[in-house]
């Protein structure tokens, strides 16, 4: 039977712009969504008449605490890590072409002494070739286009932050390296983005194809017009979107991976929505989504060891936010609440779980400087006795951030 691995979650591997500016604007804007989802200010060099570089660094310092509280394991722990540290590099070439580059050293000192470190990579590298705002290319590195969460700007959330497995895909996890083409229609009310990327590329598949997306929104107030979504646009917008989007590669894993036979396709979908309005006693925000991942239930069969629990998951998220008016002392106050629930479709009912969480946003200087609280409780329909990750918890996270 295939190796049980998991993450430190206790989860199974796995302002307004109408059309009259976006017209102007070209790319403008657009090139930085795509990474950090909004393009915060940092030193910028000149290249030319019309090339730049802007480089910026973002960091998300975090306290952690957890509390196991299982009939047969009620410990706890305790860690200060960085769960983000980030150098970026993002311009244009031109008029048309543009590029963004992004280093990390993520969870740097996470269950390990300073000394050992994360290993520094390439988050992101890629191009954008903007023809027009209904063609638009990106080619390189980049989040594949499945879940709306996953295209959430991680700097820029409503919670503490996105789920740890469901709004990852099994293969690619964030990101995926492949092209892009995508647009905005109709002044941006529509959003149309197909992607082909690498997907699962292992001796393990069965042929070695490509993964293709698509996704499609609709924007009934103002528009979301960039690649990346926020998860919170802190009442600077009127905000309705729904959207939907469809995973497929094939012949990604065997059923029966000893005798190399019983071929499996693996296909997903999800549709989520997104509501923000400022009203004068204070803004508020909800949003949903529900994904279902499947590899033809290969995992339940006779898989290869490196296929995730997460290629049969069926999960949802509900995510509700309130944005207090005016400040409150230096700073502005935002309240927010999770609820998730994740069915992983194993035989053994391991793994199946519910995340109800609850916190708060300090904004002192927006989203360039806040600080973040929240406490979440995991429970497992069937939690697996002696294996922390898998047994019921409770968990305490402050978090400061900081963007440069």
């Known amino acids: 039977m ?31 969504a795509a990474g950090l989802g909004t393009a ?38 305790t860690d200060f890590f960085l769960r983000r540290n980030r150098l970026t590099f993002k311009g244009q070439w031109s008029d048309y072409i543009g590029f963004y580059a ?21 988050r992101d590298a890629y191009l954008t070739m903007d023809f027009s705002d209904p063609l638009r290319f990106i080619v390189g590195k980049f ?12 700097l820029e959330p409503l919670t503490l932050d996105r789920a740890e497995t469901i709004a990852y895909t099994p293969f690619g996890r964030s990101r995926d390296v492949g092209v892009a083409m995508w647009g905005n229609l109709l002044d941006a009310q529509v959003q149309y983005r197909v992607m082909v990327a690498d997907g699962r590329e292992a001796d393990e598949v069965v042929q070695d194809s490509p993964r293709v997306t698509g996704r499609i929104h609709w924007s009934l107030l103002d528009p979301e017009y960039q690649y990346g979504y926020r998860g919170t646009y802190l009442g600077t917008q009127r905000v309705l979107t729904i959207g939907a989007s469809y995973d497929y590669q094939a012949d990604v894993a065997y059923g029966d991976a000893p005798n190399l036979s019983d071929s499996k396709d693996y296909d997903a979908w999800t549709a989520d929505i997104f509501f923000e309005y400022p009203f004068s006693w204070g803004t508020p925000t909800l949003s949903g989504a529900y994904m279902d991942y499947s590899v033809g239930d290969a995992i339940n069969m006779n898989p290869d060891d ?10 949802y998220y509900a995510k509700a936010g309130y944005l207090v008016p ?14 998730e629930n994740s069915d992983y479709n194993v035989d053994t009912g391991f793994y199946d779980q519910t995340w109800n969480s609850a916190g708060f946003n300090y904004y002192i200087d927006g989203q360039r400087l806040k600080f973040t609280f929240e406490y979440a409780m995991v429970d497992f329909d069937q939690p697996m006795d002696g294996v922390p990750p898998l047994e019921d918890y409770d968990q305490a996270t402050a978090g400061l951030q900081l963007i440069f």
């Open 326 to 339: 005016g400040k409150v002392g230096p700073g502005r106050l935002q309240l927010f609440y999770r609820y």
């Open 2 to 32: 295939h190796s049980q691995r998991t993450t430190e979650r206790g989860a199974p591997m796995r302002g307004h712009c109408g059309s009259g500016i976006l017209k102007r604007a070209g790319w403008g804007g657009l090139l930085f």
């Open 40 to 77: 915060q200010a940092g030193p910028t060099a000149n290249f030319g008449e019309q090339g730049f570089v802007t480089f910026n660094y973002a960091g998300q310092f975090w306290a952690q605490y957890q509390d196991f509280t299982s009939a047969t394991d009620n410990g706890s722990q």
């Open 102 to 122: 992004q280093l990390e050293a993520t969870s740097d000192g996470r269950d390990e002494t300073m000394s050992t470190g994360r290993s520094i990579y390439y």
């Open 306 to 315: 490196e296929l995730p629990i997460t290629s049969e998951l069926d999960a």
């Open 143 to 154: 989040k594949n286009t499945f879940t709306r969460e996953n295209l959430e700007a991680c």
